[in-house]
């Protein structure tokens, strides 16, 4: 049974059809966490999101409170938000800068204070045309209301914050990618070291990089403490999650969910969230974190949503997306187009992740689409270990950012789990499902 | 004398005042160019490189990198569909060859009356209710053959130019309102914060 008992916390608003308006959010206790954030030291209003141990719900899952801690002083400083939600199947971020963008907004400037920045920035992918609208007028509508601008609400501190569009790049979402897009260059990630933005970023300076649905996070948890939010979930995992379900399910969506107190199970069978598989059919397997992550098959159902629960079982919760793929899915097709997908997006930079992609995508293809040779199976696999020796998972780096690594997941998960489904391909001389 | 129009000109302005360096505005600047033209033309991308001090190589391979930007001309209308995991479990590429059929053209390219462009996209965001089709980077939620085919007749017919302007990824973004103060105000005001930090922090004594 699914555990409903934790409150809403960035999806609270989602029964008003005017969730998105500045009365709404007025009316259901708007700003009212701003105004107590002001009245605190700023180094306390960092504490409280420190002690609420609150994991950055980008994908990679690093505590926001770590990441603000590094920021390196100077007299400079930049905040940047993450709103380039591209990982294929992942669409909560979608719902939140569409359905909720005061919320966002305010959680800026509760953050901006808290860092003591004064410029922030909202990077949103360009093909949200109607997140990109309400998050500019939840901004101009929050300067007219005195909660941005110069002096909010009388305090000492003043902040502006830009909306920035992109334009169609999955790499985008990599930081320091993002960066380089805001400095209106091609979205190519940086050289690591230095590994983190907060050391060297935006323009050489110091700046804080944090997702949407973090930054949503941190309304509730001045309003209610840091305490009151590490009280939900458990282990490392605390407060809840927005997990955006798809796939072969009766009731896709986008759920809010206490971390580590429900199951894969819960969120795809239970009425509340997904209501079980389309036509009752059984699961084949799982994506359980973005097409990034490796799959896993139904003997893990049971698993928590939890972080460190997913990494112990060798794949990641990553970007809060879960696939569910039935028995009337082909994995072969689904392999296929994820590597697809990675070899159109991937920047170019690094020969392992430009090649590997393409390589991979092609071997696929064949396979899929008929022409597909028994030695392409081991071919496949051998691919995939030169792009991530060891295909481990966190993967060994070979690449400069993270997307090459992420390539083989699929393709190796795939040939783990349905090996004999390659070899029929192969031996029918294509996808016997078509 | 600009290429950009009055409006699209004022907009450009206001977009580069917004950042600390020009060249930040590149990509809000190229969505603007491609509002007034329909695709990124040599005068457009002459007037951003202008705007951001930048030149046209610079400007026309960063544009390049991005799929939202068109350096040769496309229909009225963009039709993009989506044929990532969500939407190929949800019948995502049986749209794209319906969509193919019904517009008259192959993936990639444009319809005979010039009307429309036919993309197949990697994901848009909104896979639960997939297969996505997109117009112009708005959501039309049309998932069944008959819904498609709907939507094309309607915007052959133009009723739906409020719901998917031409090329206006950002035609309703407008900024009002902003900081107005100057760099030495806001660095007074962090430098007083920060000593008054410091005065609170009592010293590590080594």
Redesign the interface.
Known sequence: MATLSAPRIVSSRSEFADSFTLSRYLATGGYVALRKALTM???DVASEVDQASLLGRGGAGFPAGRKWSMLRKS?VSYLVVNGD???????K??YLVERDPHQLVEGVIIAAYAL?V??AFIFM??????G??RV?QA??D???HGA???KIFGS?????I?????????ICGEETSLIE???????FPRIKPPFFPAVTGL?GEPTVVNNVETMSNLPWIVNNGGAAFAALGAGRSTGTRLF?????VNR???YEVEMVKNTFRDLIYDPAFGGGVIDDKSIRAI?PGG?SAPWFGPELLDLPLGQDEVAEKGSMLGSG?I?V?DET?CVV??AW??TK?FS??S?GQCTPCREGSGWIERAMYRIEHGGGRMEDIDLLLDLCDNIAPGLTWPPQQTTICVLGPSIPSSVHSAIQMFRDDFVEHVEHGGCPHD | MTHFRIDIRQRAEELLA????S??????L??LAQEQDGYLSDEGIAEVAQL?G?TAADVR???A?????HLEPVGKYVVGVC????C??AGGEEMLEHASSTLGCAVGSTSPDGLFTLEET???????I?PVV?V????VRTTTPEAFDQLIDDLRAGKLEHDVPSH???I??????????SRA???A??????EA?EA??PKETK
Do not use: W
């Open positions: 030291f700023p180094e007299p939600e591209s990982e294929p199947a992942t669409f971020d979608h003591q004064s410029q992918r360009g093909e949200f045309a109607l990109l609208e500019q901004v101009n929050a300067y007219e941005l601008g110069p000492n501190f003043s902040l502006d830009v909306v920035h569009p992109g334009a169609g790049a999955y897009a805001l400095e209106g260059k091609r979205g323009y955006a379900l798809a796939g072969r896709p969506g986008v994506i097409v997306s696939v793929m899915t097709r689904a187009r994820i997908f159109r997006e920047c | 917004l950042y600390p360096r060249r930040s505005a590149m990509l809000p190229l969505h951001t930048t391979g960063t544009a990198f991005y799929d939202m930007f044929t990532n995991i969500a190929l479990l990697e994901c848009l965001a909104d896979c639960n997939a997109q112009n980077h708005r959501y206006g990824t950002l309703r973004v407008r900024r009002s309102g902003g900081l107005h103060a105000e806001i660095a005001e962090r430098l007083e914060a920060r930090r609170r922090t």
